[in-house]
T-cell receptor, first 114, second 112 residues
Framework: EDKVVQSPLSLVVHEGDTVTLNCSYE??????LLWYKQEKKAPTFLFML????IEKKSGRLSSILDKKELFSILNITATQTGDSAVYLC??????????????FGQGTILTVHP | DTAVSQTPKYLVTQMGNDKSIKCEQN?????MYWYKQDSKKFLKIMFS???????INETVPNRFSPKSPDKAHLNLHINSLELGDSAVYFC???????????FGPGTRLTVL
């Protein structure tokens, strides 16, 4: 069965700190890895990664994928209170019954204090 | 607004009842999904439909029956509700490859 594991499960930091969130996976047919941010309601898309070693960046957030070691990290620099959320990692399947299916990790709860 | 919408946002009901949740997307996507998020925030896929055809059907009790009248709508009907069905149900849409999926606001179902 496909598995996605995130660490840490929760993290409390102060504004201005830099955080690194981890996601490791074991899937039968890997196609992509996605990061989502979930505040009070719906998850919102952050990044999709398909190739190893290519960093995706959006403002203070960046992410990179290592397909050999089967993990990804999400970095947030100069954190702000608005970054407080649950960060979800998901892996997309590539073929057969996995095609189109996203398997999510359990999420990392990030709390940023002023 | 272009979006994925769900109704109702909250649903409180008694065990044994039957209820439905509706989902609509106006993003022009071919594929729609239902996810269940439990109290520990674990998001798990239940079903996906591509252009009205069932593509993914995870090991979900057959009390749950999705219906897609057209590719912009995917409804979820639940029969004989149980306590364990209490969760937030999210509808999402995207392409069949599982690229970026857009999520609806969720329906919080509470079974008493």
């Amino acid at each position: 069965e496909d598995k996605v594991v995130q660490s840490p499960l929760s993290l409390v930091v102060h504004e201005g700190d830099t955080v690194t969130l981890n996601c490791s996976y074991e899937v039968t047919n890997f196609r992509s890895l996605l990061w989502y941010k979930q505040e009070k309601k719906a998850p919102t898309f952050l990044f999709m990664l398909t190739s190893s070693g290519i960093e995706k960046k959006s403002g203070r957030l960046s992410s990179i994928l290592d397909k050999k070691e089967l993990f990804s990290i999400l970095n947030i620099t100069a954190t702000q209170t608005g970054d407080s959320a649950v960060y979800l990692c998901a892996v997309g399947g590539a073929g057969g019954t996995s095609y189109g299916k996203l398997t999510f990790g359990q999420g990392t709860i990030l709390t940023v204090h002023p | 607004d272009t979006a994925v919408s769900q109704t109702p946002k909250y649903l409180v009901t008694q065990m044994g009842n039957d209820k439905s949740i509706k989902c609509e997307q106006n993003l022009g996507h071919d594929t729609m999904y239902w996810y269940k998020q439990d109290s520990k925030k674990f998001l798990k896929i239940m079903f996906s439909y591509n252009n009205k055809e069932l593509i993914i059907n995870e090991t979900v009790p057959n009390r749950f029956s999705p219906k897609s009248p057209d590719k912009a709508h995917l409804n979820l009907h639940i029969n004989s509700l149980e306590l364990g069905d209490s969760a937030v149900y999210f509808c999402a849409s995207g392409d069949r490859a599982g690229n970026e999926q857009f999520f609806g606001p969720g329906t919080r179902l509470t079974v008493l």
